[in-house]
């Protein structure tokens, strides 16, 4: 599964990559307060896709669309933890 | 002029260089253009094939080169069949093709007539008057479907090679191509018309063992698609060769691709063409940069370039006469053909972009696969890549890239190419070009005409 750590390594990864200054990380904060622009959020999709072998926003049809950084974070753990229960 | 008797390519060959010392080479046999004088690979004499429509249908090029040679100008059309063709394709290419006789080295299609054809020239007596103006059919490989029926002369095949080209007797021509393939076929023609002899590909060789085989023969002048090359020049065997002349079409020619050739062979004449099925070839351009001088559209002579819409369109004896079975021709009202290869101006430089189908369009903007595999392409590490759009929730699609590297990395050290790798990119190309992600690949798959495979 992927860890919370994993997840934010990769977001700090591209803020860099892209020069975005990316604002303290914490759960409540909107995704959209965080500095990334939509193109950070889908590379970061599209490298969390490789880690993980699926996208947990397709997998899941009724999944809704995160909002906070926490509810991003979220996605990904309990996603990758269903992966390793299936 | 239109009165004159029909000529052929036996007798424009035979005048172009004397026949015993030009040779077809290949794999599996080597041929003496000579022994075609004193018989024949045909089962059949040629009067019975007189006027008919034919369908060349043999596994390997030697003898489908052969049965060419013998049927022009006797035959009324000779249909050329790729060695991939789908069994299936048969019946519908036999139909549209109106077919009357399957030329062949196996009986694998239900026409009118079969003969048989190899490699082997047996001594017989063979009349070969030229009665007909041939009109010779190409297929073009659509990724699903039938394939097109494109129909051209021998005129139309030859146009560009009134001396704009390295000809010369003597010359050892070659290519990685399949010379029932436009590509291929325009290197055999300027073998035979030219005076020289030409080293054939075998689907049965490796690279290196083509490489060998041609450098042996003495090999001249050879052309391939930027993926033959980009293969070739992972191949060892690449420097058992010295040819004069190297030259690369099909794809599009990017900068490191040119610079590798460049290096590999320091002295040779290096050139890329742009050419299609369907357009013909338009230009060679030999001063060893990507893409091609801003001045070539729009100019007199025998090849009308236009730039309408970003796409590349061209007006020439080269072009097609079109596609057999009714299929509509794409040439606009001015018989411009349009190739659908979509171009940029830069500085004085029309720079290929990658086709009009193949665009990814990333939360609103476009990205040509092309543009971005160039600009990979360029690093030092890398031998080849293949960029492709994935599917992202974000952006509708976000841009992604296998690449093969020269010398294979792991762990560590593979992280830290990727990395480098897009910096590499993001140095040159607008942020939403730079791909997500790169995975590094052992290969990639070159589909039979010699071409990336981009699957949809």
Redesign the interface.
Known sequence: MLARSEIVAVVEQVAA??SKALAPLTDQLGLLETGLD??C???I???L??RLGF?P??AAEDTDFPVTVGDFIRLYEQASSGDVAA | MSQREPTSLWQKLSEAGPLCERWLYSAEANVNLGALSRGSSLGAPLDELRGASVLIAARDQLPAALALIELDGIARRIVLCPPDLADEHLPSVIATGEVDAVVGDRCAAKAGRFIPCSAEIVPAHRVRRASERTEWVLLTSGTTGAPKLTAHTLCSLSTAMAGRDPLGAGAVWSTFYDMRRYGGLQIFLRAMLGGGSMVLSSATESVGEFLARAGAQGVTHISGTPSHWRRALMSTSLYKMAPRYVRLSGEIADQAILDHLRTAFPDADIAHAFASTEAGVAFAVGDGLAGFPAEYVGRPGAVDLRVVDGSLRIKSGGNALGYLGGIAFPHDEDGFVDTGDMVELRDGRYDFVGRRGGIIN??GQKVHPEEVEAAINRHPSVRMSLVKA??????GA?V?ADVVVKSPATGHDADALKGEI??FC?ATLA??KVP??I?FVAALEVGAAGKLARHA
């Open positions: 990559e892209q939509s193109l959020f889908a590379i999709v599209a490298r896709e490789d996208d926003f397709n | 990333i939360g994935r599917r992202n929730p974000i952006t976000v992604v897009l910096e993001r942020r939403h997500a992600t995975q």
